[in-house]
């Protein structure tokens, strides 16, 4: 399969659609494929109970590792709470904290539904201007994702199938190498999973000091598209940002195709900035490459990402 043209690209808002798949006033997407009996069969997985955490931790001391431009957080600590009130007679003190946090970023994130719109609308027809500086997004907010997500993992390691630890920047994953990563596994990608795929970026990143923002990376070409939507996943994670960088078009429209056909277009919930080095590790020695997939994002009002840490149970 070639690469497909920008105008082809922009016929993808229309031909991968799922708008109305799920009901006019359908808010979850591609969540919608996560039923009990997914779930249940998901748990059966579990065989050794070792869990691996697909996240890195979050310090406001080094806050864009990953040099992604957008990273703000932000720690106030109100220290000697009981002292302040009651003077030092009381034996007993505590200390809270201020935190303050932009959800999309270096950190490991969870995209919702109205974090991109395309031509005024969000998925399923939403109209853009739904979401605004005091109600945030009133359709589309992270917080109708409260089940969680909690289904079959199946991860694709791009990087091991090219015999490498990290893919080049800007290496331009084709759906090809998506079959055969699953051939090479012995595993299939079906509808309800999460699909996650490593390129060795996040490493890499992070140990090369001369970055800077806009850097090339590793990540899917739109190309892949067509793919995602016909595997009816539910939820798409990288240790990157999904989209390959440059995306290879002219047209700034088309500056991350991934992303926006993804959340616009299919309500594809999109999983950024993992930390994956350790579960393909893992994965490659227990040569198993489909686990227990775990993630809680905030029940938070009106937002359109989560810092989040997903989890694999194997």
């Not at 890195?56 to 106030?76: M, T, W």
């Not at 793919?227 to 500056?255: H, K, M, N, W």
């Not at 999109?270 to 020695?285: H, V």
Request: glycine fraction near 10%; hydrophobic fraction near 40%.
């Amino acid at each position: 399969m070639g690469k497909p043209t920008a105008e082809e690209v922009i016929s993808y808002f229309d031909t991968l659609s799922n708008w109305g798949r799920w009901g006019d006033d359908d808010r979850l997407g591609t969540l919608n494929h996560i039923t009990p009996s997914i779930r249940k069969g998901a748990a059966a997985l579990v065989e050794t109970g070792n869990v691996v955490s697909l996240s890195r931790d979050i310090d406001p001391r080094n806050a864009d590792p990953l040099k992604s431009g957008l990273s703000v957080v932000q720690r106030y600590m109100a220290l000697g709470e009981a002292k302040h009130h009651m003077g030092d007679t009381v034996r007993f003190d505590g200390n809270s904290e201020y935190v303050g946090i932009v959800g999309h970023g270096s950190h490991t994130h969870l995209d919702g539904l109205a974090h991109y719109t395309w031509d005024g609308k969000n998925y399923n027809g939403y109209d853009a201007d739904e979401t605004d500086s005091i109600g945030g997004a009133q359709k589309l907010s992270i917080h109708h994702a409260s089940d969680g997500i909690i289904t079959r993992g199946v991860l694709l390691d791009i990087a091991a199938l090219h015999g490498v630890q990290s893919l080049e920047p800007g290496h331009a994953i084709m759906p090809d190498e998506l079959t055969a990563a699953e051939e090479r596994q012995g595993v299939t990608v079906r509808a309800g999973d999460a699909l996650i795929f490593h390129t060795g970026h996040v490493a890499r990143a992070l140990q090369d000091r001369s970055r800077e923002i806009g850097s090339p990376q590793a990540g899917l070409h739109a190309a892949c598209l067509p793919y995602l939507r016909e595997r009816d996943i539910a939820v798409l994670g990288s240790d990157c940002i999904q989209d390959v960088q440059p995306s290879g078009f002219d047209t700034f429209d088309l500056f991350r195709p991934i992303h926006v056909v993804s959340l616009v277009a299919m309500g594809l919930w999109l999983i950024d900035n993992m930390e994956l080095t350790e579960l393909a590790g893992t994965c490659a020695a227990e040569n198993r490459w489909e686990f227990l997939f775990t993630m809680l994002p905030w029940r938070f009002v009106g937002v359109t990402a989560s810092a989040t840490n997903p989890v694999a149970v194997l």
